[in-house]
Protein backbone atom coordinates (compact mmCIF):
# COMPACT_ATOMS: atom_id res chain seq x y z
CA UNK A 1 0.00 0.00 0.00
CA UNK A 2 1.23 3.07 -1.34
CA UNK A 3 0.09 5.53 1.63
CA UNK A 4 0.99 9.70 2.16
CA UNK A 5 0.57 11.12 5.59
CA UNK A 6 0.40 15.21 5.58
CA UNK A 7 2.42 16.90 8.18
CA UNK A 8 2.56 20.59 9.21
CA UNK A 9 4.81 21.62 11.30
CA UNK A 10 3.14 24.14 14.15
CA UNK A 11 4.22 26.44 16.71
CA UNK A 12 4.85 24.68 20.12
CA UNK A 13 1.64 24.50 22.38
CA UNK A 14 3.57 26.36 24.99
CA UNK A 15 4.64 29.01 22.64
CA UNK A 16 3.72 32.67 24.12
CA UNK A 17 2.38 34.63 21.01
CA UNK A 18 2.48 37.34 19.64
CA UNK A 19 0.58 39.62 16.58
CA UNK A 20 3.74 40.17 14.13
CA UNK A 21 4.23 43.40 12.87
CA UNK A 22 2.28 42.84 9.88
CA UNK A 23 -1.03 42.23 12.00
CA UNK A 24 -2.17 39.13 10.37
CA UNK A 25 -0.25 36.42 12.28
CA UNK A 26 1.76 35.81 15.04
CA UNK A 27 5.67 36.68 15.22
CA UNK A 28 7.08 33.55 13.77
CA UNK A 29 10.88 34.69 15.06
CA UNK A 30 10.45 34.05 18.83
CA UNK A 31 8.75 30.56 18.39
CA UNK A 32 10.10 27.16 18.58
CA UNK A 33 8.04 24.51 15.93
CA UNK A 34 6.69 21.28 16.30
CA UNK A 35 5.05 18.01 14.50
CA UNK A 36 1.37 19.55 14.68
CA UNK A 37 0.24 16.94 17.11
CA UNK A 38 -3.05 15.83 15.72
CA UNK A 39 -0.87 14.80 12.25
CA UNK A 40 1.72 12.45 15.12
CA UNK A 41 -1.82 10.10 14.94
CA UNK A 42 -1.83 10.25 11.34
CA UNK A 43 1.78 9.49 11.05
CA UNK A 44 1.27 6.80 13.41
CA UNK A 45 -1.18 5.17 11.63
CA UNK A 46 0.61 5.07 8.19
CA UNK A 47 3.16 3.14 10.00
CA UNK A 48 1.09 1.12 11.38
CA UNK A 49 -1.27 -0.32 8.51
CA UNK A 50 2.76 -0.16 6.58
CA UNK A 51 3.30 -2.95 9.07
CA UNK A 52 0.27 -4.63 8.50
CA UNK A 53 0.64 -4.74 5.04
CA UNK A 54 3.81 -3.86 3.02
CA UNK A 55 3.89 -0.74 0.90
CA UNK A 56 5.45 2.33 1.55
CA UNK A 57 4.91 5.49 4.08
CA UNK A 58 5.88 9.14 2.60
CA UNK A 59 5.82 12.32 4.76
CA UNK A 60 4.82 15.02 2.99
CA UNK A 61 4.66 18.62 3.98
CA UNK A 62 4.10 22.42 2.32
CA UNK A 63 5.88 24.54 4.93
CA UNK A 64 8.55 26.63 5.09
CA UNK A 65 12.40 25.67 5.34
CA UNK A 66 12.11 24.79 8.87
CA UNK A 67 9.27 22.10 8.09
CA UNK A 68 12.04 19.92 6.92
CA UNK A 69 12.73 18.72 10.78
CA UNK A 70 9.64 17.65 11.26
CA UNK A 71 9.41 15.66 8.17
CA UNK A 72 12.77 14.15 9.76
CA UNK A 73 11.09 13.45 12.37
CA UNK A 74 8.66 11.33 10.58
CA UNK A 75 11.45 9.64 8.66
CA UNK A 76 13.27 8.69 11.91
CA UNK A 77 9.72 7.16 13.18
CA UNK A 78 9.95 4.53 10.14
CA UNK A 79 8.61 6.98 7.20
CA UNK A 80 10.36 5.82 3.90
CA UNK A 81 10.71 9.37 2.39
CA UNK A 82 9.75 12.77 2.33
CA UNK A 83 8.25 15.21 0.61
CA UNK A 84 9.06 19.07 1.23
CA UNK A 85 7.26 21.58 -0.49
CA UNK A 86 8.64 24.65 0.33
CA UNK A 87 7.59 28.57 0.48
CA UNK A 88 7.42 30.70 3.69
CA UNK A 89 3.90 31.50 2.07
CA UNK A 90 2.89 28.39 3.38
CA UNK A 91 3.72 29.30 7.49
CA UNK A 92 -0.14 30.63 7.14
CA UNK A 93 -1.76 29.88 3.80
CA UNK A 94 -5.37 28.84 3.59
CA UNK A 95 -6.52 25.64 3.51
CA UNK A 96 -7.17 25.39 0.04
CA UNK A 97 -3.57 26.72 -1.09
CA UNK A 98 -1.62 23.97 1.17
CA UNK A 99 -4.44 21.76 -0.09
CA UNK A 100 -3.62 22.36 -3.41
CA UNK A 101 0.18 22.56 -3.12
CA UNK A 102 -0.37 18.45 -1.41
CA UNK A 103 -2.38 17.41 -4.08
CA UNK A 104 -0.34 18.05 -6.75
CA UNK A 105 2.69 16.48 -4.90
CA UNK A 106 0.72 13.46 -4.40
CA UNK A 107 -1.26 12.77 -7.48
CA UNK A 108 2.50 12.65 -9.50
CA UNK A 109 2.76 9.61 -8.03
CA UNK A 110 0.53 6.42 -7.09
CA UNK A 111 -1.03 6.48 -4.09
CA UNK A 112 -3.57 4.26 -2.02
CA UNK A 113 -4.05 5.81 0.94
CA UNK A 114 -3.43 9.83 1.82
CA UNK A 115 -3.81 10.37 6.00
CA UNK A 116 -4.41 13.18 7.46
CA UNK A 117 -4.69 14.83 10.96
CA UNK A 118 -8.15 16.17 12.07
CA UNK A 119 -7.00 20.00 12.25
CA UNK A 120 -3.97 21.80 12.96
CA UNK A 121 -2.91 23.44 16.44
CA UNK A 122 -2.39 26.89 14.64
CA UNK A 123 -5.25 27.89 11.99
CA UNK A 124 -7.39 25.02 13.45
CA UNK A 125 -9.16 24.75 10.27
CA UNK A 126 -9.53 21.15 10.26
CA UNK A 127 -9.85 21.39 6.32
CA UNK A 128 -7.19 20.28 3.96
CA UNK A 129 -7.82 16.74 4.06
CA UNK A 130 -11.61 17.12 2.88
CA UNK A 131 -10.36 19.66 0.53
CA UNK A 132 -7.30 17.31 -0.60
CA UNK A 133 -9.73 14.49 -1.18
CA UNK A 134 -11.77 16.63 -3.88
CA UNK A 135 -8.76 17.66 -5.53
CA UNK A 136 -7.45 14.15 -5.80
CA UNK A 137 -10.55 13.53 -6.60
CA UNK A 138 -11.02 10.32 -4.06
CA UNK A 139 -13.67 9.17 -1.45
CA UNK A 140 -13.00 10.77 2.06
CA UNK A 141 -14.25 10.08 5.66
CA UNK A 142 -13.42 11.86 8.92
CA UNK A 143 -12.92 12.44 12.56
CA UNK A 144 -11.92 8.36 12.22
CA UNK A 145 -10.98 6.28 14.79
CA UNK A 146 -9.93 3.03 13.26
CA UNK A 147 -9.07 1.70 9.96
CA UNK A 148 -9.87 -1.72 8.77
CA UNK A 149 -7.94 -2.08 5.14
CA UNK A 150 -9.05 -5.47 3.06
CA UNK A 151 -8.59 -5.94 -0.61
CA UNK A 152 -9.26 -2.94 -2.98
CA UNK A 153 -11.14 -1.35 0.42
CA UNK A 154 -11.57 -0.43 3.55
CA UNK A 155 -13.74 -0.28 6.73
CA UNK A 156 -13.23 2.40 9.07
CA UNK A 157 -15.28 3.73 12.13
CA UNK A 158 -15.72 7.26 12.45
CA UNK A 159 -16.88 9.58 15.16
CA UNK A 160 -20.37 11.50 15.35
CA UNK A 161 -21.23 13.61 17.80
CA UNK A 162 -22.30 12.82 21.66
CA UNK A 163 -21.03 9.69 21.68
CA UNK A 164 -22.64 7.81 18.88
CA UNK A 165 -20.02 6.16 15.77
CA UNK A 166 -20.13 4.90 12.23
CA UNK A 167 -19.02 2.79 10.25
CA UNK A 168 -18.13 3.06 6.62
CA UNK A 169 -16.70 1.44 3.67
CA UNK A 170 -15.08 3.08 0.94
CA UNK A 171 -12.58 1.76 -2.54
CA UNK A 172 -9.34 2.55 -2.35
CA UNK A 173 -7.34 4.96 -3.73
CA UNK A 174 -9.31 7.37 -0.54
CA UNK A 175 -8.22 9.75 1.96
CA UNK A 176 -8.76 9.61 6.37
CA UNK A 177 -8.81 12.37 8.18
CA UNK A 178 -7.59 10.41 11.42
CA UNK A 179 -9.32 11.96 14.89
CA UNK A 180 -6.91 12.26 17.95
CA UNK A 181 -6.33 9.48 20.11
CA UNK A 182 -6.91 6.94 17.78
CA UNK A 183 -3.73 5.06 18.62
CA UNK A 184 -0.35 5.66 20.95
CA UNK A 185 2.17 7.41 19.07
CA UNK A 186 5.89 6.08 19.07
CA UNK A 187 9.20 7.78 19.95
CA UNK A 188 12.10 7.87 17.36
CA UNK A 189 14.47 5.23 18.67
CA UNK A 190 18.46 6.08 18.44
CA UNK A 191 18.89 4.05 15.72
CA UNK A 192 15.72 5.63 13.52
CA UNK A 193 16.99 9.03 13.89
CA UNK A 194 20.65 7.61 13.01
CA UNK A 195 18.49 6.11 9.75
CA UNK A 196 16.64 8.49 8.68
CA UNK A 197 19.40 10.77 7.87
CA UNK A 198 19.97 8.80 4.88
CA UNK A 199 16.62 8.25 3.71
CA UNK A 200 15.51 10.86 0.90
CA UNK A 201 13.65 14.06 1.27
CA UNK A 202 13.01 15.52 -2.16
CA UNK A 203 12.39 19.33 -2.14
CA UNK A 204 9.76 20.99 -4.71
CA UNK A 205 8.51 24.47 -4.85
CA UNK A 206 5.05 25.76 -5.48
CA UNK A 207 6.55 26.55 -8.88
CA UNK A 208 7.61 23.82 -10.12
CA UNK A 209 4.49 21.97 -8.98
CA UNK A 210 2.06 24.37 -10.94
CA UNK A 211 0.50 25.66 -8.16
CA UNK A 212 -0.75 29.23 -7.19
CA UNK A 213 -0.57 30.77 -3.95
CA UNK A 214 -3.49 32.99 -4.27
CA UNK A 215 -5.26 33.19 -1.03
CA UNK A 216 -9.05 32.09 -1.11
CA UNK A 217 -9.61 33.77 1.87
CA UNK A 218 -7.66 36.47 4.16
CA UNK A 219 -6.59 37.42 7.89
CA UNK A 220 -8.03 41.48 7.98
CA UNK A 221 -6.38 41.42 11.86
CA UNK A 222 -5.01 38.78 14.60
CA UNK A 223 -5.81 39.98 18.13
CA UNK A 224 -5.76 38.65 21.29
CA UNK A 225 -9.45 37.47 22.15
CA UNK A 226 -11.44 39.81 24.69
CA UNK A 227 -12.92 38.87 28.01
CA UNK A 228 -16.38 37.79 28.16
CA UNK A 229 -16.79 37.18 31.44
CA UNK A 230 -15.27 39.40 34.53
CA UNK A 231 -12.70 37.27 36.13
CA UNK A 232 -11.31 37.50 39.32
CA UNK A 233 -7.79 36.77 39.27
CA UNK A 234 -6.69 35.66 42.78
CA UNK A 235 -3.23 36.37 43.84
CA UNK A 236 -1.25 35.24 46.81
CA UNK A 237 0.38 31.82 47.64
CA UNK A 238 -0.73 28.48 47.05
CA UNK A 239 -2.45 28.79 50.15
CA UNK A 240 -3.30 32.11 50.29
CA UNK A 241 -5.32 31.39 46.86
CA UNK A 242 -7.34 28.54 48.32
CA UNK A 243 -8.48 30.49 51.30
CA UNK A 244 -9.96 32.84 49.62
CA UNK A 245 -11.35 30.75 46.67
CA UNK A 246 -12.77 28.68 49.19
CA UNK A 247 -14.29 31.47 50.52
CA UNK A 248 -15.58 32.82 47.47
CA UNK A 249 -16.80 29.81 46.81
CA UNK A 250 -18.87 29.54 49.62
CA UNK A 251 -19.78 33.57 50.32
CA UNK A 252 -19.79 35.04 47.06
CA UNK A 253 -20.78 32.40 44.28
CA UNK A 254 -22.33 29.90 47.13
CA UNK A 255 -21.73 26.74 45.67
CA UNK A 256 -20.22 24.91 48.23
CA UNK B 1 -28.83 37.64 -3.40
CA UNK B 2 -29.86 35.66 -0.53
CA UNK B 3 -28.02 34.28 2.72
CA UNK B 4 -28.81 30.41 1.91
CA UNK B 5 -28.78 28.78 5.53
CA UNK B 6 -28.04 24.52 4.93
CA UNK B 7 -29.90 23.25 7.93
CA UNK B 8 -28.91 19.98 9.78
CA UNK B 9 -32.08 18.11 10.52
CA UNK B 10 -32.46 17.49 14.15
CA UNK B 11 -29.41 19.25 14.91
CA UNK B 12 -29.83 22.43 18.08
CA UNK B 13 -26.73 24.15 15.76
CA UNK B 14 -28.76 24.35 13.10
CA UNK B 15 -31.47 27.28 15.02
CA UNK B 16 -28.07 28.76 15.72
CA UNK B 17 -27.22 29.09 12.50
CA UNK B 18 -30.38 30.27 11.00
CA UNK B 19 -30.40 32.65 13.92
CA UNK B 20 -26.72 33.81 12.55
CA UNK B 21 -28.46 33.58 9.03
CA UNK B 22 -31.16 36.46 9.79
CA UNK B 23 -28.77 38.53 11.57
CA UNK B 24 -26.26 38.77 8.73
CA UNK B 25 -29.19 39.10 5.87
CA UNK B 26 -30.26 41.87 7.48
CA UNK B 27 -27.42 43.75 7.57
CA UNK B 28 -26.61 42.74 4.53
CA UNK B 29 -30.19 44.49 3.25
CA UNK B 30 -30.71 40.81 2.21
CA UNK B 31 -33.32 37.52 3.05
CA UNK B 32 -32.60 34.25 4.06
CA UNK B 33 -33.50 31.17 2.33
CA UNK B 34 -33.64 27.66 4.24
CA UNK B 35 -32.82 24.81 2.93
CA UNK B 36 -33.70 21.46 3.97
CA UNK B 37 -31.49 18.68 3.00
CA UNK B 38 -32.38 14.82 3.04
CA UNK B 39 -34.77 12.12 2.20
CA UNK B 40 -38.60 12.72 3.00
CA UNK B 41 -37.51 15.97 4.03
CA UNK B 42 -41.10 17.66 4.65
CA UNK B 43 -41.85 17.89 8.54
CA UNK B 44 -38.45 19.30 8.44
CA UNK B 45 -38.84 22.13 6.02
CA UNK B 46 -42.15 22.65 7.28
CA UNK B 47 -40.45 23.55 10.64
CA UNK B 48 -37.97 25.58 9.66
CA UNK B 49 -41.00 27.16 7.48
CA UNK B 50 -42.01 28.76 10.89
CA UNK B 51 -38.95 31.07 10.79
CA UNK B 52 -38.90 34.29 9.54
CA UNK B 53 -37.21 33.21 5.87
CA UNK B 54 -37.71 33.93 2.36
CA UNK B 55 -38.07 30.33 1.89
CA UNK B 56 -37.20 26.87 2.20
CA UNK B 57 -35.76 25.08 -0.14
CA UNK B 58 -36.33 21.66 0.20
CA UNK B 59 -33.95 19.52 -1.59
CA UNK B 60 -35.55 16.10 -1.16
CA UNK B 61 -33.83 12.62 -3.31
CA UNK B 62 -33.81 8.90 -1.99
CA UNK B 63 -30.05 8.96 -1.88
CA UNK B 64 -30.01 11.77 0.64
CA UNK B 65 -31.56 9.48 3.00
CA UNK B 66 -28.42 8.71 5.22
CA UNK B 67 -25.37 11.40 4.63
CA UNK B 68 -22.38 11.04 2.72
CA UNK B 69 -20.28 13.77 1.76
CA UNK B 70 -20.30 12.73 -1.96
CA UNK B 71 -24.29 13.12 -2.01
CA UNK B 72 -24.64 16.09 -0.16
CA UNK B 73 -21.91 18.03 -2.18
CA UNK B 74 -23.52 17.02 -5.76
CA UNK B 75 -27.01 18.27 -4.66
CA UNK B 76 -25.74 21.42 -2.85
CA UNK B 77 -23.76 22.75 -5.42
CA UNK B 78 -26.83 22.15 -7.80
CA UNK B 79 -28.33 24.37 -5.62
CA UNK B 80 -26.08 26.83 -5.54
CA UNK B 81 -25.47 26.85 -8.96
CA UNK B 82 -29.03 27.71 -9.24
CA UNK B 83 -29.72 30.04 -6.63
CA UNK B 84 -26.50 31.96 -6.80
CA UNK B 85 -26.71 33.21 -2.83
CA UNK B 86 -24.37 35.83 -1.60
CA UNK B 87 -23.61 33.54 1.44
CA UNK B 88 -24.08 30.02 2.51
CA UNK B 89 -24.11 29.48 5.97
CA UNK B 90 -23.96 26.31 8.03
CA UNK B 91 -24.13 25.36 11.79
CA UNK B 92 -20.43 24.15 12.61
CA UNK B 93 -21.36 20.71 12.91
CA UNK B 94 -19.36 17.15 12.59
CA UNK B 95 -21.19 16.56 9.67
CA UNK B 96 -20.74 19.90 7.51
CA UNK B 97 -17.02 19.85 8.88
CA UNK B 98 -17.25 16.81 6.33
CA UNK B 99 -17.91 18.42 3.26
CA UNK B 100 -18.67 22.09 3.31
CA UNK B 101 -14.77 22.56 2.90
CA UNK B 102 -15.48 19.81 -0.33
CA UNK B 103 -18.78 21.49 -1.46
CA UNK B 104 -16.78 24.80 -1.32
CA UNK B 105 -13.19 23.69 -3.10
CA UNK B 106 -15.69 22.03 -5.93
CA UNK B 107 -17.02 26.01 -6.59
CA UNK B 108 -13.47 27.15 -6.59
CA UNK B 109 -14.29 29.00 -3.29
CA UNK B 110 -12.90 29.26 0.48
CA UNK B 111 -14.79 27.79 3.90
CA UNK B 112 -14.76 30.38 6.51
CA UNK B 113 -14.99 27.77 9.47
CA UNK B 114 -16.20 28.26 12.89
CA UNK B 115 -17.89 31.71 13.18
CA UNK B 116 -17.99 32.85 16.67
CA UNK B 117 -19.02 36.28 15.50
CA UNK B 118 -20.09 37.85 12.02
CA UNK B 119 -20.69 41.48 11.25
CA UNK B 120 -20.78 43.32 7.57
CA UNK B 121 -17.91 45.97 6.48
CA UNK B 122 -18.11 47.58 3.41
CA UNK B 123 -20.70 46.00 2.44
CA UNK B 124 -18.85 42.25 2.89
CA UNK B 125 -19.13 39.99 5.79
CA UNK B 126 -16.40 40.02 7.95
CA UNK B 127 -16.11 36.74 10.13
CA UNK B 128 -14.37 36.12 13.35
CA UNK B 129 -12.53 32.93 14.37
CA UNK B 130 -10.16 31.27 16.75
CA UNK B 131 -6.99 30.29 15.48
CA UNK B 132 -4.19 29.13 18.09
CA UNK B 133 -6.28 26.82 20.54
CA UNK B 134 -8.63 29.70 21.46
CA UNK B 135 -5.49 32.01 22.43
CA UNK B 136 -5.88 34.30 19.22
CA UNK B 137 -9.13 35.95 17.48
CA UNK B 138 -8.69 36.41 13.66
CA UNK B 139 -11.21 38.90 11.21
CA UNK B 140 -11.53 36.61 8.17
CA UNK B 141 -12.75 38.21 4.93
CA UNK B 142 -13.53 36.01 1.52
CA UNK B 143 -11.23 36.37 -1.62
CA UNK B 144 -12.61 37.00 -4.90
CA UNK B 145 -16.41 36.82 -6.01
CA UNK B 146 -19.16 34.64 -5.87
CA UNK B 147 -20.80 32.90 -2.25
CA UNK B 148 -18.95 32.97 0.39
CA UNK B 149 -19.03 29.90 2.50
CA UNK B 150 -18.96 30.07 6.37
CA UNK B 151 -20.22 27.87 8.93
CA UNK B 152 -21.41 29.33 12.93
CA UNK B 153 -19.01 27.81 15.74
CA UNK B 154 -21.31 26.11 18.36
CA UNK B 155 -23.08 28.49 21.05
CA UNK B 156 -21.77 31.36 19.27
CA UNK B 157 -25.60 32.27 18.76
CA UNK B 158 -28.39 31.49 20.56
CA UNK B 159 -31.25 29.27 18.89
CA UNK B 160 -33.90 30.66 20.59
CA UNK B 161 -32.99 34.22 18.79
CA UNK B 162 -34.50 32.60 15.75
CA UNK B 163 -36.84 35.49 14.94
CA UNK B 164 -40.56 34.00 13.57
CA UNK B 165 -42.34 34.56 10.61
CA UNK B 166 -45.74 36.60 10.47
CA UNK B 167 -46.76 33.80 8.24
CA UNK B 168 -45.57 30.29 7.05
CA UNK B 169 -42.95 30.85 4.83
CA UNK B 170 -43.10 29.15 1.23
CA UNK B 171 -41.34 26.11 0.57
CA UNK B 172 -40.46 24.92 -2.54
CA UNK B 173 -39.14 22.15 -3.75
CA UNK B 174 -35.86 21.66 -5.72
CA UNK B 175 -35.09 19.24 -7.61
CA UNK B 176 -31.61 17.26 -8.09
CA UNK B 177 -29.95 14.65 -10.43
CA UNK B 178 -27.62 12.50 -8.55
CA UNK B 179 -26.93 8.58 -9.95
CA UNK B 180 -25.60 5.98 -6.86
CA UNK B 181 -22.68 5.53 -8.59
CA UNK B 182 -21.94 8.83 -7.92
CA UNK B 183 -21.46 7.95 -4.67
CA UNK B 184 -18.33 6.80 -3.31
CA UNK B 185 -18.44 5.86 0.47
CA UNK B 186 -21.18 3.61 2.13
CA UNK B 187 -22.26 4.61 5.71
CA UNK B 188 -23.17 1.89 7.78
CA UNK B 189 -26.19 2.00 10.61
CA UNK B 190 -24.58 4.78 13.22
CA UNK B 191 -24.17 3.14 17.01
CA UNK B 192 -22.98 4.31 20.74
CA UNK B 193 -21.03 2.46 22.47
CA UNK B 194 -21.56 1.04 26.25
CA UNK B 195 -21.49 3.54 28.82
CA UNK B 196 -19.80 3.53 31.75
CA UNK B 197 -22.49 4.97 33.73
CA UNK B 198 -20.89 8.37 34.17
CA UNK B 199 -23.68 11.02 33.53
CA UNK B 200 -21.87 14.29 34.03
CA UNK B 201 -24.87 16.45 33.05
CA UNK B 202 -26.17 15.24 36.20
CA UNK B 203 -23.33 16.63 38.08
CA UNK B 204 -23.76 19.60 40.60
CA UNK B 205 -20.19 20.16 41.11
CA UNK B 206 -17.01 19.25 38.67
CA UNK B 207 -13.45 19.09 38.78
CA UNK B 208 -11.81 19.02 35.14
CA UNK B 209 -8.39 18.17 34.01
CA UNK B 210 -6.79 19.13 31.27
CA UNK B 211 -3.28 18.56 29.41
CA UNK B 212 -1.33 20.16 32.73
CA UNK B 213 -2.11 17.18 34.98
CA UNK B 214 0.61 15.46 32.87
CA UNK B 215 -0.24 11.91 33.58
CA UNK B 216 -2.58 9.78 34.59
CA UNK B 217 0.21 9.40 38.39
CA UNK B 218 -1.04 12.38 38.98
CA UNK B 219 -4.42 12.07 38.55
CA UNK B 220 -4.88 12.11 42.85
CA UNK B 221 -3.79 15.53 43.10
CA UNK B 222 -7.47 16.02 41.54
CA UNK B 223 -9.49 13.10 42.87
CA UNK B 224 -8.38 13.91 45.97
CA UNK B 225 -9.92 17.70 45.52
CA UNK B 226 -13.09 16.64 43.77
CA UNK B 227 -13.71 14.11 47.06
CA UNK B 228 -13.68 17.41 49.60
CA UNK B 229 -15.95 19.04 47.03
CA UNK B 230 -18.14 16.18 46.34
CA UNK B 231 -17.37 16.63 42.51
CA UNK B 232 -17.59 14.44 39.71
CA UNK B 233 -14.03 13.95 37.72
CA UNK B 234 -14.57 14.98 34.02
CA UNK B 235 -11.31 15.63 31.65
CA UNK B 236 -10.68 17.46 28.15
CA UNK B 237 -10.31 15.88 24.88
CA UNK B 238 -6.31 15.34 25.28
CA UNK B 239 -6.75 13.66 28.84
CA UNK B 240 -8.93 11.26 26.99
CA UNK B 241 -7.15 10.65 23.57
CA UNK B 242 -4.03 9.67 26.19
CA UNK B 243 -6.38 7.20 27.92
CA UNK B 244 -5.57 8.78 31.40
CA UNK B 245 -9.40 8.90 31.92
CA UNK B 246 -12.26 6.97 30.03
CA UNK B 247 -14.29 8.46 27.41
CA UNK B 248 -17.46 8.78 29.22
CA UNK B 249 -15.90 11.58 31.69
CA UNK B 250 -15.61 14.01 28.64
CA UNK B 251 -16.59 17.17 28.63
CA UNK B 252 -16.70 19.36 25.79
CA UNK B 253 -18.08 19.22 21.97
CA UNK B 254 -17.20 15.61 21.03
CA UNK B 255 -17.86 14.58 24.71
CA UNK B 256 -20.86 15.32 27.01
CA UNK B 257 -22.19 19.24 27.74
CA UNK B 258 -22.45 20.20 31.42
CA UNK B 259 -24.32 22.66 33.27
CA UNK B 260 -22.81 22.54 37.19
CA UNK B 261 -23.47 24.77 39.58
CA UNK B 262 -19.54 24.96 39.74
CA UNK B 263 -17.05 23.63 37.16
CA UNK B 264 -13.30 23.53 37.98
CA UNK B 265 -10.86 23.47 35.13
CA UNK B 266 -7.37 21.83 36.17
CA UNK B 267 -4.73 22.55 33.75
CA UNK B 268 -7.42 23.38 30.94
CA UNK B 269 -6.20 26.16 28.53
CA UNK B 270 -9.62 26.06 27.39
CA UNK B 271 -9.99 25.58 23.30
CA UNK B 272 -13.12 26.18 22.13
CA UNK B 273 -13.84 22.36 21.76
CA UNK B 274 -13.61 22.03 25.41
CA UNK B 275 -15.28 25.25 26.02
CA UNK B 276 -18.79 24.98 24.31
CA UNK B 277 -19.12 21.47 26.47
CA UNK B 278 -19.00 23.54 29.61
CA UNK B 279 -19.44 27.62 29.41
CA UNK B 280 -23.01 27.14 31.13
CA UNK B 281 -21.75 26.19 34.56
CA UNK B 282 -22.54 28.65 36.80
CA UNK B 283 -19.46 29.36 38.54
CA UNK B 284 -16.36 28.28 36.41
CA UNK B 285 -13.03 28.47 38.15
CA UNK B 286 -9.62 28.01 36.23
CA UNK B 287 -6.42 27.25 38.04
CA UNK B 288 -3.94 27.43 34.94
CA UNK B 289 0.19 28.01 35.11
CA UNK B 290 -0.41 30.30 31.67
CA UNK B 291 -1.96 33.47 32.31
CA UNK B 292 -3.06 33.68 28.70
CA UNK B 293 -4.99 30.37 28.48
CA UNK B 294 -8.16 31.40 26.82
CA UNK B 295 -10.05 29.68 29.77
CA UNK B 296 -9.40 32.67 32.27
CA UNK B 297 -11.57 34.94 29.58
CA UNK B 298 -14.70 32.61 30.75
CA UNK B 299 -14.20 31.55 34.13
CA UNK B 300 -15.45 33.71 37.50
CA UNK B 301 -12.55 33.47 39.49
CA UNK B 302 -8.98 32.39 37.90
CA UNK B 303 -5.78 31.31 39.67
CA UNK B 304 -2.75 31.71 37.52
CA UNK B 305 -0.28 29.06 39.72
CA UNK B 306 0.96 25.16 39.36
CA UNK B 307 -1.70 23.34 40.04
CA UNK B 308 -0.01 20.57 42.35
CA UNK B 309 0.83 23.17 44.75
CA UNK B 310 -2.60 24.83 44.36
CA UNK B 311 -5.39 21.95 44.57
CA UNK B 312 -3.85 20.33 47.65
CA UNK B 313 -3.97 23.94 49.29
CA UNK B 314 -7.18 23.99 48.30
CA UNK B 315 -8.13 20.53 48.94
CA UNK B 316 -6.56 21.48 52.67
CA UNK B 317 -8.77 24.31 53.14
CA UNK B 318 -11.61 22.71 52.16
CA UNK B 319 -10.75 19.83 55.27
CA UNK B 320 -10.76 22.88 57.64
CA UNK B 321 -14.66 23.03 57.14
Redesign the interface.
Given at each position: MNIFVCLKQT?A??S??R?AASG?W?DDADLSHEMNEPDAFALEEALRLKEEHGGEVVAVSAGPARAASTIREALAKGADRGILIEDDAFADS???VT?RALAAAIAKEPHDLVLTGLQS???????VG??L???LGV?????IMQIVASDGGLKVKR???A?????????LPALLAIQ??IN?VRYATLMGIKKAKSKPMARLTPAELGVSL????????????????Q????EGS??E???Q??E??RFE?R?? | MSVLLIAERGHKMSWEALAAAQQLASALGSEVKAVAIGAGVAEYADELAGAKVAEVLAVDHELLAAYT??GF?LALAQLIEQEKPAVVLFPH??QV???A??L???MG??????ATAMRVEDGRP?FVR???????????????DGPVFASVQASAYRADAVEKGEAKAPVRAVAVTLDASEI??????????T?GGVDLTAAE?IVSVG?GIQGPENLPVAEKLAAA?GAEIAGS??V????WLP??RQVG???QVVTP??YLALGISGAIQHVVGMKGA??I??INK?D?A?I???????????LF??A???T???GKG
Open positions: ARDALVDVDPLADDAGFGQVIAELPHATIELEGWFQHVEMPSGKEPAQRILKLYAPQKSKTVMLPQQAKLVKLAVL | PDTTYRDYPKATKKAFLSDVQLFQGKMNADVVAEGRTKPLEPFQEKRRLRPIDNGLESSGKLQTVADSPFEIADYGIVGDEVPALEEL
